[in-house]
C-alpha cells in the first residue's frame, strides 16, 4: 500500500493522462470540435485543480492543532527564573524595613 | 580548605549536567530561517494560485458531464473555502512559521544564557542586603559574593540546559509532523495547481487563431518556462523543509547524548578555577582581618 503523501501523485499522474488524451484529440480536431474537446480538457484540469485546493485545505486541521501543541511547549519553556524576580522584591522590602525600623528607632522619646 | 572542598563538589556536580548543544542548535536556527522565508514567499503564490483558480470557477459555467456534480476524485474534506467559519488555509501555513519561529527564538534566548547575569546579580544584591542587615562588616564580603554569584550563577546555567532538553523532546516531533504531514505534502499540492492552470492557459492558445503562431510559441514558452521555475523553487523548498527536519532531529539527538568527558573536564575546571580564586581572596581578606 503506498504512503498516504504519495496519494495526491498517483492522482494527479493519472488524471495527467487523461487531460494529455483529450489535449491529444483537441490538437487533431477540426475547428468546430476544438471548443468542445478544449472544454472537456479544461474540465478535467479543473477536478485536478480543485481535488489539490481540497487536499491543501484538508491538512489545514491537522496543522493547527500542531501549532496549539507547539504554543503549549513554547509557553512552558521558562526563559528567565521566576525565583530571581520574587528574591530581587524580597531584597526591596528588606531594605525598606530596615529604613523604617532605623527611623522607628531614632524617632521614640529618650527616657527622661 | 574543608569548606572550598564542598564547593568544588558542587561545582563537579553541576558540571555534570547537559550542556546545550550550540552547534546543532545554530545550523536548526538557521535551516529554520532560510525554510521560513521560502514558505512565506511560497505561501503568497499560493494565495495567488487559488484567486485566480476561484475566479475562473465562478467565471466559467462548467460544461455538461456525464455525471455532473460526481468528481472522479473525491476532496478529503468538503471545503468551499467561502464559509467565514473557517480558517484561511494559507493564513494557517503563515502562523505555523509564526509558531516555530516563535519556539526557535526561545530557543535562542536560553542558549545565550539570557537571565543568567540577571540571577548572578540578584544573588549579589541580597548578599549585599544581607550585610547591610546583619550591619556588620564581613572581611572579604566581595570575594563570598563572587563564590555565591559563580555558583548561583552555574545553578541558573544547568536550570537552562535541563529546559532546553525538556524543550527540543517536547517540540521536535511536532515540528517534525508540521514538516512532513503538511508542508512537504503542501509542495505537491501547490505544483498540482499551479499545473492546472498553465495546463489551461497553454491549451487555449491553440483556440486563438487570430495569435500569430510564432506569438503563440513565444507565450506557451513562457508559461513553461515559469512552470519550470516554480518546479524548481517547490523543489528546493522541499530540501530546506528536510534539512530543517534533520537538523532538530540532530538537536534531540545531541541533548540525549552523553557529554564529551574531555570537554565536560575543561568546562569543569574553569568554573572551578575561578570559585577558587573568589575563596583564595575571601580566605586571605579573612586572614588579614584577624590578625
Redesign the interface.
Known amino acids: 500500500m503506498p504512503e498516504i503523501t504519495d496519494r495526491p501523485t498517483q492522482i494527479t499522474e493519472l488524471a495527467n493522462q487523461a487531460a494529455g488524451h483529450l489535449k491529444s484529440l483537441m490538437e487533431a480536431a477540426d475547428e468546430a470540435d476544438k471548443v468542445a474537446a478544449f472544454e472537456s480538457y479544461r474540465d478535467v484540469l479543473r477536478l485536478i485543480g480543485a481535488y489539490h485546493v481540497a487536499s491543501y485545505e484538508g491538512r489545514t486541521a491537522l496543522l493547527t492543532g500542531l501549532i496549539a501543541e507547539l504554543n503549549e511547549v513554547t509557553e512552558s519553556i521558562t526563559v528567565t527564573n521566576p525565583v530571581a524576580g520574587q528574591l530581587e522584591q524580597l531584597a526591596g522590602i528588606a531594605l525598606r524595613a530596615r529604613g523604617l525600623f532605623k527611623e522607628e528607632k531614632t524617632a521614640l522619646p529618650t527616657p527622661s | 580548605m574543608r569548606r572550598f572542598t564542598f564547593l568544588s563538589l558542587i561545582v563537579f556536580t553541576l558540571g555534570a549536567c547537559a550542556q546545550i548543544p550550540q552547534g546543532e542548535l545554530k545550523a536548526y536556527v538557521d535551516s529554520v530561517t532560510t525554510a521560513r522565508n521560502q514558505g512565506e514567499t511560497l505561501t503568497a503564490d ?1 494565495q495567488s494560485a ?1 484567486q485566480e ?1 476561484r475566479r ?2 465562478a467565471t ?1 459555467s ?2 455538461p ?1 456525464p455525471s455532473a456534480g460526481a ?3 473525491p ?3 468538503s ?1 468551499d ?1 467561502n464559509s467565514p467559519t473557517e ?1 484561511n ?1 494559507s493564513e ?2 503563515l ?2 512559521w509564526s ?2 519561529g ?2 526557535t527564538d ?1 530557543l535562542g ?2 542558549a545565550a544564557g ?2 543568567v547575569d ?2 548572578k546579580g ?1 544573588a549579589g ?2 548578599f549585599d ?1 544581607g550585610v ?2 546583619s550591619g556588620a562588616t564581613i572581611p572579604g564580603g566581595g570575594a563570598i559574593a563572587s563564590v555565591i554569584q559563580s555558583l548561583v550563577g552555574e545553578l ?1 546555567k544547568a ?2 540546559a535541563a ?1 532546553f532538553k ?2 527540543i523532546k ?2 521536535a516531533p ?2 517534525q ?2 514538516i ?3 508542508f ?3 509542495t ?3 505544483y ?2 499551479r ?3 498553465a ?2 492557459d497553454h ?2 492558445m ?2 486563438k ?1 487570430d495569435v500569430p503562431s510564432g506569438s503563440r510559441a513565444l507565450r506557451q514558452k513562457r508559461i513553461e518556462d515559469e512552470m519550470a521555475a516554480l518546479r524548481a523553487s517547490l523543489n528546493g523548498y522541499r530540501q530546506l523543509l528536510l534539512q530543517v527536519n534533520k537538523s532538530i532531529g540532530a538537536l534531540k539527538l545531541a541533548v540525549d547524548r552523553p557529554p564529551d568527558f574531555v570537554l565536560e573536564a575543561n568546562r569543569i575546571l574553569d568554573i572551578a578555577a575561578e570559585v577558587k580564586t573568589h575563596w583564595m581572596a575571601y580566605e586571605n581578606a579573612r586572614k588579614e582581618a584577624s590578625n
Open positions: 499560493w487559488i483558480f475562473r470557477q466559467t462548467p460544461s458531464t468528481t472522479p476524485f476532496p478529503l474534506v471545503n473555502g480558517p488555509a494557517v501555513r502562523l505555523a509558531a516555530i516563535a519556539y526561545v534566548q536560553l539570557k537571565g540577571e540571577v540578584t544584591r541580597l542586603v547591610k542587615l541558573e536550570r537552562q529546559e525538556e524543550a517536547a517540540a511536532t515540528i509532523n508540521v512532513s504531514k503538511v512537504i505534502p503542501d505537491v499540492s501547490h498540482g495547481l499545473t492546472s492552470l495546463a489551461e491549451a487555449a491553440i483556440l487563431p
